[in-house]
């Protein structure tokens, strides 16, 4: 094996051992008995399931407000810089056509 893959296999099952120590802490500390404590979470996945499409759905909603502002912000900027863009290119001509009658 190569040291990444030790190095990959070590984190895997230190991590492993870490989830099952806190899952036999968390039950053995509890202190609720198992009827209740099953029927609390059980509640509270019912509660996070609905919860999550409802904050998801938020979310969106926010991304495509942000992203419109943007949009409009970025469309606003480019405009500028093109107005400053031909501006500078008129002055040029305009100077060009200048020196070219002085001679």
Do not use: C, W
């Not at 999550?52 to 495509?64: L, N």
């Amino acid at each position: 094996m190569s040291k990444n893959s030790d190095d990959y296999l070590i984190f895997t099952v230190g991590t492993l051992f870490g989830v099952l120590t806190g899952v036999i802490a968390g039950v053995i500390f509890s202190p609720k008995p198992g009827v209740e404590l099953r029927r609390d979470l059980k509640s509270m996945a019912k509660n996070f399931s609905r919860e999550v499409p409802t904050d998801s759905r938020q979310a969106k909603e926010v991304f495509h407000k942000s992203m419109d502002k943007l949009k409009y912000t970025m469309e606003n900027q480019i405009n500028k810089i093109n107005d400053a863009v031909k501006a500078g290119r008129m002055a040029s001509a305009k100077e060009k056509e200048e020196l070219e009658a002085g001679y």
